[in-house]
C-alpha cells in the first residue's frame, strides 16, 4: 500500500506539462470543499433554529399540560396537585386560564390572548420572569396586566400607561401596566398577554375554572415517561399532552427541511465528484506507458486500481478537510459575532442562530462526501488496472 500511495501522491504534486489535469484537480478540490462548507453551515444553522425555537417554545409553555374532558377547576387544580407533586421529576405546577379578548388604547383595537396565572407559581413552569424587561411579576397583582414588548410598542404603552381591556361579554376592564416581557418570539410577545388568574376568570366570565395546569420537569425529554405515570395516577377523565405532541408538526417540518437541504447540497459534492472521474480518465490516459511498466515489473492489476483510487481519495480528502475547517469556522463567526440580523417579525428570531454537532452532523457530511469520491474513483481505477502490458506499451 506504500509504493501505491507514493506513487498516487508523485502524480498529483509532480510537475507536468498539462496544466490542465492539475487545474482539474484543483477545481475538484474546491468543488468538494464549497459542497461540504455548504452543508456543514446550512445543517448548522437549521439545528440552531431547532435547538433556539425549542427552547423559547418550552420557555413560553410548559413540558407537560394537563386538561380534563370535564372541564378543570380549582379544586382539580388541589387534587392534581396532591397526586403528581411527589413525583421526583416534577419540578413545578401551575394552573392557568386563557381566553381572547380585546385591547384598547387610543381609539385602537387589538386582539389578544390573555393568560390568566398565580405569578407564585408560574415561574416554576414558565421562563416569564427571566423575560420581563421592565416592571416586575412579583407586582402583577387584580388590577395590573403584563405585555409583550412588541404589543406595548405597537399600542404605545410603557409602564403604569393605564388602558381598557373588553371581555367575550363587552365588559370594559380597566388595567395597568405593570411588566413588559419579551420571549424572543414575535408571536408571544405581539399576542400574548398576563393578568392575575382571578382577574382573567373575572374578565372571560369563568368564575373558578381554569383552563389546564402546566407541569414542568427536571428533563423535558422524559416527558413521555412521565405523562404515562401521571395518566395512570389521573385516570382517563383527563388529557394529558406533552410539548412534543403540541408542537409534534411543527418539529417535523424542521427535520423534513433539514433532510430536504442534506439532500440537494449534497448534490454539489456529486457535481464535484465528476471532475474527479475527468481527472482520473485522462490521468489514466496520461500514464499508460507508466501502467504498462509497472505491470511489466510484476505489479498486480490491484496495484494499479490501488494507485488511481488513492490518488482519488487524497483529492476528495484535500477537499473535504478544507471545506470541513472553512464550515466548522464560518459557523463560528457567525455564533459569535451574528452579523446577519433577520426580521423577527417573519422568522420569530432576530439572529441568525447557529449550532454545530458534531454527532451526526459533521460526521455524517464528511463521511458522505468521502463515499461519493470513493464512488467516483472506481471506474478510472477500474480500467487502468484492466490495461495488459503488451497493449499499454504497443505505441510507445
Known amino acids: 500500500m506504500r509504493l501505491e500511495f507514493l506513487i498516487s501522491w508523485r502524480y498529483l504534486i509532480t510537475k507536468r506539462k498539462e496544466k490542465f489535469i492539475s487545474l482539474i484537480s484543483i477545481i475538484s478540490i474546491f468543488g468538494i470543499a464549497i459542497g461540504v462548507m455548504a452543508l456543514i453551515v446550512v445543517i448548522g444553522v437549521m439545528n440552531g433554529f431547532d435547538i433556539d425555537l425549542r427552547e423559547k417554545i418550552v420557555g413560553n409553555y410548559s413540558h407537560i399540560t394537563v386538561t380534563s374532558f370535564d372541564g378543570l377547576d380549582t379544586d382539580k387544580y ?35 390572548g390573555m393568560r390568566g396565572i398565580r405569578p407564585l407559581t408560574e415561574p416554576q413552569v414558565t421562563k416569564l420572569r427571566d423575560y420581563i424587561l421592565a416592571g416586575s411579576l412579583d407586582a402583577l397583582d387584580q388590577e395590573g ?31 395597568k401596566v405593570v411588566g413588559i416581557f419579551a420571549s424572543g418570539m414575535y408571536e408571544y410577545d405581539m399576542n400574548l398577554v398576563f393578568t392575575d388568574l ?75 465528484s465528476f471532475n474527479i472521474i475527468s481527472t482520473l480518465i485522462v490521468m489514466v490516459v496520461q500514464k499508460t506507458k507508466d501502467i504498462g511498466i509497472l505491470k511489466a515489473q510484476g505489479m ?22 478544507t471545506g470541513t475547517a472553512s464550515g466548522i469556522g464560518l ?10 440580523k433577520l426580521p423577527s417579525d417573519i422568522y420569530y428570531l432576530d439572529t441568525l442562530p447557529v449550532s454545530i454537532q458534531w454527532w451526526p452532523d459533521i460526521v455524517l457530511i464528511v463521511a458522505s462526501a468521502m463515499a461519493i469520491v470513493l464512488v467516483s474513483t472506481l471506474y478510472p481505477a477500474h480500467k487502468a488496472a484492466g490495461f495488459k502490458p503488451v497493449e499499454a506499451l504497443r505505441y510507445e
Open 78 to 112: 388541589d387534587s392534581i396537585l396532591k397526586l403528581a407533586g411527589p413525583n421526583p421529576r416534577v419540578k413545578g405546577i401551575s394552573p392557568y386560564l386563557q381566553g381572547q379578548v380585546l385591547v384598547k388604547e387610543n381609539e385602537r383595537f387589538f386582539a389578544v
Open 145 to 175: 396586566i403584563i405585555l409583550g414588548k412588541e404589543l406595548a410598542r405597537y399600542l404605545g404603552l410603557g409602564i403604569n400607561s393605564e388602558f381598557l381591556v373588553y371581555s367575550p361579554s363587552g365588559e370594559e376592564y380597566p388595567l
Open 198 to 272: 382571578e382577574t382573567a376568570q373575572s374578565i372571560l366570565g369563568q368564575p373558578q375554572q381554569l383552563s389546564a395546569i402546566a407541569v414542568k420537569l427536571d428533563n423535558l425529554y422524559s416527558a413521555d415517561s412521565v405523562k404515562k405515570e401521571l395518566s395512570a395516577l389521573l385516570g382517563p377523565s383527563y388529557n394529558i399532552k406533552t410539548w412534543i405532541e403540541t408542537n409534534r408538526n411543527f418539529f417535523a417540518a424542521l427535520e423534513l427541511e433539514k433532510l430536504a437541504m442534506f439532500i440537494i447540497l449534497t448534490l454539489i459534492i456529486l457535481v464535484a
Open 300 to 321: 498486480a492489476s490491484a496495484g494499479i486500481r490501488r494507485i488511481f483510487v488513492l490518488q482519488g481519495l487524497i483529492i476528495g480528502s484535500l477537499g473535504t478537510i
Open 331 to 340: 459557523c463560528g463567526l457567525l455564533k459569535k459575532y451574528q452579523f446577519i
